[in-house]
């Protein structure tokens, strides 16, 4: 019996293509009375939707771009979509490696296509295509995309699919913060003290007020996890970049569930929210875990 999750990679050539690859599969999905999500850049989904004309009523666009920015949210998007659909299957279209993010958000959307491949989402009734431009980009990109999908779309097989979760995982291992980090070793009684290190590090770039005070309730969420799971102590790191204030919180615990923050916790539960809660706070979060710690790294715009 074939599982009913599939996970898929459509190579395309240029908008043009882009947007008869979305047509062609919505269309295909549609006769079939399967339920549709595209997830892609705004500009590209008004194209599509001109082009489906009225079946464009059918499907549920969402503009990745806007929604999308931390890529993590995007198995929420599909997890949530799919879930709507009481058994119905469903088919997510998804366009989240494209040129223009920065480098981390590229990565971090390269990884979140290897964590759709975890066994856990084979009972979900979706399919999920991903577009990928080969006009657009480059070769160490593309053959990403080759190990983070079973199928290509158009080629028989693909030899250099990766099935090994947990090697692909570690294959993505962020490098360490940079040495002009400022840094601090956050215990159980230091919470107060950590708050008022990032407010002040948020005050210094002159990040506005609610954006300071997500950013401070997300790494508060991520070092109280630290401190009750992590060991009993936090190590956070603080830097900025070009356009972003960057914080990180490491400890000596181990994450094994790599779909953690990204899936929304079940009504009524009492655990499992700090990092969701990071993931919709930030623009974007970066999670990495072995049996030598854990890393949440946690980006926020300026």
């Known amino acids: 019996m074939q599982d009913p999750f599939r996970h898929e990679a459509l190579p395309y050539a240029g908008r043009a293509q882009f947007v008869a690859a979305c047509v062609e599969v919505v269309r295909d999905g549609l006769e079939q009375d399967e339920r549709l999500i595209l997830l892609a850049a705004g500009e590209k989904i008004d194209e599509v939707r001109h082009q489906l004309g009225g079946d464009a009523d059918d499907v549920t666009f969402v503009a990745i771009d806007e929604h999308g920015r931390n890529p993590s949210r995007i198995t929420t998007m599909l997890h949530s979509f799919q879930a709507a659909g009481d058994g119905r299957h469903s088919i997510g279209v998804n366009e989240s490696v494209f040129?223009?993010?920065?480098?981390?958000?590229?990565?971090?959307?390269?990884?979140?296509?290897?964590?759709?491949?975890?066994?856990?989402?084979?009972?979900?009734?979706?399919?999920?295509?991903?577009?990928?431009?080969?006009?657009?980009l480059d070769q160490p990109a593309l053959h990403a995309m080759q190990q983070s999908h079973a199928v290509i779309r158009g080629q028989p097989t693909?030899?250099?699919?990766?099935?090994?979760?947990?090697?692909?995982?570690?294959?993505?291992?962020?490098?360490?913060?940079?040495?002009?980090?400022?840094?601090?070793?956050?215990?159980?009684?230091?919470?107060?003290?950590?708050?008022?290190?990032?407010?002040?590090?948020?005050?210094?770039?002159?990040?506005?007020?609610?954006?300071?005070?997500?950013?401070?309730?997300?790494?508060?969420?991520?070092?109280?996890?630290?401190?009750?799971?992590?060991?009993?102590?936090?190590?956070?790191?603080?830097?900025?970049?070009?356009?972003?204030?960057?914080?990180?919180?490491?400890?000596?615990?181990?994450?094994?569930?790599?779909?953690?923050?990204?899936?929304?916790?079940?009504?009524?539960?009492?655990?499992?929210?700090g990092l969701w809660l990071a993931n919709h706070l930030c623009d974007l979060v970066q999670l990495r875990s072995s049996a030598a710690g854990t890393v949440v790294r946690m980006y926020l715009d300026r």
Do not use: K
């Open 99 to 136: 040129t223009g993010r920065s480098p981390a958000a590229h990565l971090e959307a390269q990884f979140s296509e290897v964590v759709l491949n975890d066994p856990s989402l084979r009972t979900w009734p979706l399919s999920v295509v991903c577009l990928y431009d080969t006009e657009q």
């Open 158 to 273: 693909n030899a250099s699919y990766v099935p090994d979760l947990a090697a692909a995982m570690h294959s993505a291992m962020l490098d360490p913060p940079p040495l002009t980090a400022t840094r601090l070793v956050v215990h159980p009684t230091g919470l107060t003290e950590m708050r008022a290190f990032v407010r002040s590090a948020a005050a210094e770039v002159r990040l506005p007020a609610d954006r300071a005070e997500d950013l401070v309730l997300a790494v508060n969420e991520i070092v109280t996890n630290s401190l009750r799971h992590g060991g009993g102590r936090a190590m956070l790191a603080l830097w900025f970049e070009p356009g972003s204030i960057i914080c990180e919180v490491a400890d000596s615990g181990q994450i094994t569930d790599p779909l953690v923050g990204r899936l929304a916790p079940p009504p009524g539960a009492t655990s499992g929210r």
